[in-house]
T-cell receptor, first 113, second 112 residues
Framework: AQSVAQPEDQVNVAEGNPLTVKCTYSVSGNPYLFWYVQYPNRGLQFLLKYITGDNLVKGSYGFEAEFNKSQTSFHLKKPSALVSDSALYFC???????????FGKGTRLSVIA | NAGVTQTPKFQVLKTGQSMTLQCAQDMNHNSMYWYRQDPGMGLRLIYYSASEGTTDKGEVPNGYNVSRLNKREFSLRLESAAPSQTSVYFCASYAGNTGELFFGEGSRLTVL
């Protein structure tokens, strides 16, 4: 069975500094990996995904993530944080073949001006 | 383009009452999902439907039933609500060609 761990409940970063939100996963097989963002009182929005190919994937709003197979990680990064990036971030994993996404518990990112 | 539409957005129930959460998508996706979101628990899958006419249990199906009425609609029913079902419920549809989930805005349910 697939599982996702987001080891940090909360990440605080100063505006303009780089940010990292961590994610590790466990699957049997080649994973599909995703990051979603949730703003207050809203549904989740897709940020980026890794299916295959280049280990560094770029997504919406300047975010990127690096797939590391040996460390089973898929950390979300951004070179320069904005206050508007403050939100709840979810990592998710699935397997090829229309299997349901399994989500981590979420990491709350707070960017301080 | 509405995407995924959920109703109602808010509902308060008493223990033992029943209700149905409605979900519809206009993206012609085959697969649809119901998740619940609780603080510190992330999103947990309740039921999903890989295609019209099929449904399968997820991680937390107890106390819920679902109906895939047609390709567009996937409803979630609570037959006898319990306080443990107080949560925010999200419907999502799955774009098989991209692997992306599209979420509704959520339904906040309180059971007293």
């Amino acid at each position: 069975a697939q599982s996702v761990a987001q080891p940090e409940d909360q990440v605080n970063v100063a505006e303009g500094n780089p940010l990292t939100v961590k994610c590790t996963y466990s699957v049997s097989g080649n994973p599909y990996l995703f990051w979603y963002v949730q703003y207050p009182n809203r549904g989740l929005q897709f940020l980026l995904k890794y299916i295959t190919g280049d280990n560094l994937v770029k997504g919406s709003y300047g975010f990127e993530a690096e797939f590391n197979k040996s460390q089973t990680s898929f950390h979300l990064k951004k070179p320069s944080a904005l206050v508007s990036d403050s939100a709840l971030y979810f990592c998710a994993v699935s397997l090829p073949g229309n299997t349901p996404l399994v989500f981590g518990k979420g990491t709350r990112l707070s960017v301080i001006a | 383009n509405a995407g995924v539409t959920q109703t109602p957005k808010f509902q308060v129930l008493k223990t033992g009452q029943s209700m149905t959460l409605q979900c519809a998508q206009d993206m012609n996706h085959n697969s649809m999902y119901w998740y619940r979101q609780d603080p510190g628990m992330g999103l947990r899958l309740i039921y999903y439907s890989a295609s019209e006419g099929t449904t399968d249990k997820g991680e937390v199906p107890n106390g819920y039933n679902v109906s895939r009425l047609n390709k567009r609609e996937f409803s979630l029913r609570l037959e006898s609500a319990a306080p443990s079902q107080t949560s925010v419920y999200f419907c999502a549809s799955y774009a098989g060609n991209t692997g992306e989930l599209f979420f509704g805005e959520g339904s906040r349910l309180t059971v007293l």
